[in-house]
């Protein structure tokens, strides 16, 4: 698979990575096993970028990842973040009760994911989400001391917005920045996309897919353990609007011979050669299906016609709860 730079500061991954929060969180039932054959397949296809989180699970997910990197030393890199207040008790997200980027609590979070996750050094760090409490130098500080340490390679931010990125990006070299984006959710184009050209920064979209929906194939019955039941953007009303963009989508996927999935994805890999999308996959025919489209080249004007279709004012729904938004630093 082809290869893109994130950053100025060496870390080179796949074109297309693997977001796998959904093998072990988040999206109702999940099999360890079948997980697993899909993250081999990743590989053998050439992705070498995952990216997972200490609260997946909370904690699961690096367990599982362990697995499948066992015996792949150096050949598969890993993104994992810190920022989540984690209780003992309870299941999923009953357990996280708040962000925490205390000092004490970053070094506790990453001692934890390099021992669940079986490395020595992680290579690209994450602060999961802004903590009010403790200035971003603070917090990039102490991501700064870890990579002296050899315990971190790069250091990223997620869901940042321009102005903290500056600020963090003057105590230490930022390489990656993590936002939503896709088709239905635009809100990096509004400025942090800008910032980090501004310095050499490269972006990481997560829900590429829009959380499944830009697929096309979307079943609208969620188990009761799927979070996306309590998004705005999956009510009936809203998905019965949003489901006539889709529609468009795929006639317009159908004249390339592709997926809607192939399309939503090459119009994310069209926005940039320094933008690297993670969709997530727990099944090997999704994984193949997203994979093919990094060889999918759009026309200029497709890429412009898809903007107009899914502009902001034509989606109907929030990305997020309003307590969910609320983590999110807006500019």
Known sequence: MQQRQLGNQGLRVSALGLGCMGMTFAYGQNDAQQALNTL???????????????????????????????????????????????????????????????????RRAVEGSLQRLGVETIELLYQHRLDPNVPIEEVVG????????????????????????????????????????????????????????????????????????????????????????????????AQEHNQKLVNQLTKMAQGYDITAAQMALAWVLAKGEDIVPIPGASKIHHLEDNCAAVNVRLQAADVAQLDALFAAQNVQGERYSRAEMGLVDNP
Request: charged share 25%; glycine share 10%; hydrophobic share 40%.
């Open 142 to 237: 102490v991501m700064a001391a870890l990579v002296k340490e050899g315990k971190v390679r790069y250091l990223g931010l997620s869901e940042i917005s321009a102005a903290t990125l500056h600020r963090a990006h003057a105590v230490h070299p930022i390489s990656a920045v993590q936002s939503e984006y896709s088709l239905w959710t635009r809100d990096p184009e509004q400025g942090i996309l800008a910032a980090c050209r501004q310095l050499n920064i490269g972006f990481v979209p997560y829900s590429p897919l829009g959380r499944g929906f830009l697929t096309g194939k979307l079943s609208h019955t969620f188990a009761e353990d799927d979070f996306r039941r309590g998004l705005p953007r999956f009510q009936q009303q």
């Open 40 to 106: 081999n397949r990743a590989f053998d296809l050439g992705v070498d970028f995952l990216d997972t989180a200490e609260v997946y699970g909370p904690f699961t997910n690096e367990e599982l990842i362990a697995k499948a990197i066992k015996g792949r030393h150096g050949q598969v890199k890993i993104a994992t973040k810190f920022g989540f207040r984690i209780n003992e008790e309870g299941e999923g997200w009953q357990r996280v009760t708040g962000v925490n980027s205390d000092p004490a609590h970053i």
